[in-house]
RNA sequence: GAGGCGCUAGCUCAGCUGGUAGAGCAUUUCCCUUUUAAGGAAAGGGUCCCGGGUUCGAGCCCCGGGCGCCUCACCA
């Protein structure tokens, strides 16, 4: 803390003040006042709401009885329903909710007063026997209740919940108290990322981590944001991708690694976009991009399976099928079907900017199932290997899912002499004024000159896969603290 | 960056043509020993996002600003 921590506590903004928060403040000054905590360490459950669930989920009532087992929950006090001399409460734990029966018969005069203090929002340790209620819902009957860790702010209504989506960004650990869902969502984020682990490790990849702050900017086309370094008195980047350094440990012989991180980039936001955002990338040596479409397909097959249960996936209404093999078509192939094409632009006559071009403007958007959309121009891939009939294209490919690029994977270029070329275009183009353009990376051509392999790698934008798992609207939803403007005054 | 919409009690929301600021939940007090948005009785609770303006009078109209959401543009 610092040196002004005694003045500050003295007391807090008035404007911050309610009868709430006074009223629940002056119940822990209560407690302290008694020789007690409203904060205590040692708070032991001996069972999880789920155990509970788990292992008597199944019994009757007078089952229950016979068992003679006492049961210690703690949790968040979520729903209190008094009657005055007995109560019904839900805690909730992390693995879920358990009803609690308290009455003042059994618990005594004493216990029954510091159950009343209790409000709801606050940390809660009970215990008692296991019972079945007239609804037939399996309820801890206590026999003795204590107060885990008070709660001064009240919670939002229990009917509505946190509606405000303002809020809820703001203040996610309310969010995630009272709305179910965003809870569910997070849990299948984590789950999503154990699978990708399981699957790249299970394929011999290891997993590693390279530097997010950067001397020179690279891997992408995008603006970077700016820092710096005091002591070394260097100007560092946040990475806009990890894929060069990823390449330079292919070289070192590392055949086969993946990175699961966030990435930098200083432009818009939008449901789509979040200044930092988390993309898997992987290299494989001795493979090639077709190698990586089919695994980029088991890959989001078993994904789809293990988090939704299906390979079928329901998304903002449109069922997305995620079973291989994806539709495949070449750039050229894609704007000729999906774009009303005419003399003037035919895509055989088209500059390839130029069918970029088209192709973002009037395709992209009508790939809805898994499409993978290959042979990009070269021009607007200045990383990867162009393929050898026709040079003017590289051996790239991405996957557009829902009118989105979730993918982009390519042949690596790693024929140095080339690479340096490209990297001078690039110079060139920032020098035009292109903020986007790429830098010339001394050092990783000179890891190409030590050789790189033949190797293709890939790059899935991780929150927009949830978002398709999750079957949610905006990149906030899977994003625990999406990037928002400062209040002024919070 | 442009346009549209929103911001009213702790939460969810009403608030008409400009005329004393409303409801439900929650809170406080009282009654209530099996509730499932429990029930009954009463009470308290407001910087109507902020700042100007018009008006006898503004939550409402006008101007400026803040924050958010959506669409578009840039981007993954």
Redesign the pocket.
Known sequence: MTENASEGTKHLPM?DE???IE?RQK?AEEIRKKGGSPYPQNIRPTHTAGEILAECGNLKGPELEKLQKTFAVAGRLL????????A?L?VADYTGKI?I?I????VGEEQFELFKSL??GDFVWVSGTL???????L?I?ATQIKLAAKSI??????????????????QRYVDLIVTPEVRETFVKRSKALQIIREFFCARNYLEVETPMMHPIPGG????PFVTHHNKLDMQLYLRIAPELYLKRLVVGGLERVFEVGR?F?N???????????T?LEFYQAYATYEDLMKLTEELLGELAMRITGETAVEYQGEKIQFKAPFARYTMHEAVKKFAKTDAETDPAKLSPVKLVEIF??KVE?QLIQPTFITQFPTEVSPLARKNDAHPEFADRF?LFICG?????GFNELNDPKDQAERFKAQVEALHKGNE?AMHFDEDYVRALEVGLPPTAGE?I?I??LVMLLTNS????DVILF???????GS
């Open positions: 404007s309610n009868i709430y009223q119940k729903f209190l329903r008094s009657f005055g001399k007995a019904f839900k009803q029966y009455e003042k018969q059994i409000d709801v019972f079945r209620t007239k609804t037939d819902e309820t009957k702010r009240p919670l939002p209504e229990k009917w509505h919940g946190l509606q405000d989506i303002e809020t809820r960004y703001r992408a086309a995008a603006k990435n980039r432009e818009g936001i939008s449901t789509q976009h979040n200044p930092e955002f993309m973002e403007e958007s991405e989105r690029e979730i993918a982009n986007e790059g934008g929150d927009r609207a905006s990149i906030r999406p990037q928002l403007k400062t209040k002024e």
